[in-house]
């Protein structure tokens, strides 16, 4: 039997391809194993971006709230459900829900790509909103933590 980790892998790279019907189909099995909390949640987070991609945000926004409202989970993980909110709330054009729940992300996320995407993103909402201060902040942030992530993969990489 495939693992919950591994189904959950499948499912993400399904994602990024745009294959959200296959992806889904990944998650829901991983999610059906019951793993640890950490790794369930993230699965939770992942198939809630599927389920916003193919037409349910408020299911979405439901599956992430939920796991959020759950005992003894990584900051990490707190931070990843927070951007799937942040990022529902975004897609949907709740402006002021995306830019709280990016800012409940920002302090939980340690890792340099997701804080790069977590003030991109955030960053365009606040352009969209005619806010130029703060999107110019959140860009300048972002290339901050872009730059350290590929310090940190040629450092790891040689």
Do not use: K
């Not at 391809?17 to 296959?22: L, M, N, S, T």
């Amino acid at each position: 039997m495939t693992t919950a980790e591994e189904l959950h892998r499948r499912g993400v790279r399904a994602l990024n391809r745009g294959r959200h019907a296959v992806a889904r189909r990944f998650l829901e099995e991983a999610r059906a194993q019951r793993a640890e909390p950490d790794l369930g949640a993230r699965v939770e987070a992942s198939l809630a971006y599927a389920l916003s991609e193919t037409g349910d945000p408020h299911g979405a926004l439901e599956l992430c709230r939920t796991a959020l409202s759950r005992e003894g989970l990584e900051p990490g993980t707190r931070g990843v459900l927070y951007r799937q909110i942040a990022l529902v709330e975004m897609l949907r054009g709740e402006g002021e829900a995306a830019i709280e729940a990016f800012g409940h992300a920002v302090g939980l996320t340690d890792d340099p790509v997701g804080r790069g995407n977590i003030h991109l993103n955030r960053g365009n909402v606040h352009l969209q909103r005619g806010d130029l201060d703060l999107a110019g902040a959140d860009f300048a942030a972002a290339e901050r933590a872009f730059t350290e992530a590929i310090a940190e993969y040629e450092r790891i990489g040689n």
